[in-house]
């Protein structure tokens, strides 16, 4: 019965404070993290972490890096390599290095616990990310494209990272079966669209019953579920799979209309209970980090802003038709995925508690922050979202 109550206090408070930071602008996970945070031992402890709820945001996390998966495809990747590439070096992997190097040479912690901590702050998150661009209309746009691209390989490098340091002792296996994972995917991927007439003829037919959504729907979890165990039995992280897996599921093999269908019954079912318990369960095991490790946030959030100015920089000279600071804005965005690498290193022991909070309280330090550059012109356009919710 006390997991029932700690499970509708979570996500009752969890929906509220996410649907007010939504009003005011600001993304709901900050509210969702908030207020596991609230009610977590930092503040009240009414709430307090347990095996049990770990279970459950074990379950939440697939669903919500199966939603992720299903907004990239293939074609991202592939297009726009040398544009998306200047910003995912901007805009992840400098500042994300220099924070890593700070931590080793200046607080001497060791080096897997500080790349995981500055990768899990420095990476942008798509599912932020994707809706900002959707909300300020920007896909109107090849530069729209571009930042979602240059964030999709900045999350696949996070995710390969931590499966990488997840297994240091056996770092060459795990990186040679990363190098097969991706041969594999895009493999697998080429396949798919050879025979993309008859996978779609056989959507199709299950998109003209009721039925026929409800089995495509557990299809795709099912291959989710396939995927991430193979991941897991090959010693990688499951969520690198169940990535890989929302990835090779789009709207041309399925058709748009059902493949819209489907895909607003994920984000409908995330949204509403997946993605506010998952961060506020995340919230409650986050404390107040102690004096030293809040100078070191701080000078870790000033070196992705100023990083923020080399990619304000880059975009004046290759963005052709989106603000540059409204650009920078959202490229700097934070949000699931730090949170998401945060959460699978601190349960498997990989960092701190403090090194966890410094995570917690750097996403929602440049959640709210980044945002702020976004320009007024941009705003004043903005598009209303039915079933995208940050």
């Known amino acids: 019965m006390q997991i029932i109550i700690e499970l509708l206090l979570l996500l009752g408070a969890s929906l509220i404070l996410g649907e007010l930071f939504e009003k005011y602008g600001f ?32 379950v939440s996390l697939f669903f919500i890096i199966l939603l992720i998966g299903l907004e990239v495809t293939t074609n991202l990747i592939k297009k726009n390599i040398r544009k998306y590439s200047i910003f995912t070096f901007t805009g992840f992997i400098l500042p994300a290095s220099l924070i890593a190097v700070f931590l080793i040479l200046v607080y001497h912690i060791g080096a897997t616990s500080s790349i995981i901590t500055a990768i899990a702050i420095g990476t ?25 691209a240059s964030t999709v390989i900045s999350d696949i490098i996070a995710f390969s990272i931590l499966a990488v340091l997840s297994n240091s002792s056996d770092t ?28 779609r003829r056989f959507f199709n037919r299950m998109s003209l019953t009721d039925s026929g959504e409800r089995i495509t729907f557990g299809l795709i979890i099912a291959a989710g579920l396939v995927f991430a165990s193979i991941f897991q039995l090959i010693g990688i992280t499951y969520v690198l799979g169940a990535f890989f897996a929302g990835m090779l599921i789009y709207d041309t093999i399925m058709g748009k209309k059902f493949y819209g269908r489907v895909s607003r019954t994920f984000k409908r079912i995330n949204y509403s209970f997946f993605i506010p318990l ?19 946030l701080f000078i870790a959030l000033g070196i992705i802003w100023l990083f923020s100015i080399v990619t304000y920089l880059m975009g004046r000279r290759l963005f052709e038709n ?44 440049l959640s709210l922050s980044m945002p702020l550059l976004i320009s007024k012109k941009d705003k004043k356009n903005v598009k209303p979202l039915n079933d995208y919710k940050t």
Do not use: C, W
């Open 172 to 199: 060459m296996y795990i990186v040679l079966a990363l190098a097969i994972v991706f041969i594999a995917l895009f493999a697998i991927d080429s396949l798919i669209k050879k025979h993309a007439f008859y996978i």
């Open 124 to 148: 942008p998150s798509i599912s932020i990310i994707s809706v900002l661009v959707l909300r300020y209309r920007l896909m109107r746009y090849q530069d729209g494209s571009v930042i979602i």
């Open 278 to 296: 998952f961060f506020s369960i995340a919230g409650i095991s986050a404390i107040f980090p102690s004096g030293i490790y809040i100078i070191f």
């Open 27 to 58: 993304p709901g996970i900050v509210g969702n993290i908030l207020a596991g945070f609230i009610l977590g031992p930092a503040i009240f402890g009414i709430v307090k972490p347990s095996s049990e709820l770990s279970a459950i945001a074990e």
């Open 322 to 365: 989106i603000n540059p600071v409204t650009g920078t804005g959202i490229i700097g965005s934070r949000g699931a995925v730090g949170i998401t690498i945060g959460s699978v290193a601190f349960a498997a022991g990989l960092i701190s508690i403090n090194l966890y909070s410094i995570i917690i309280l750097g996403t929602i330090i």
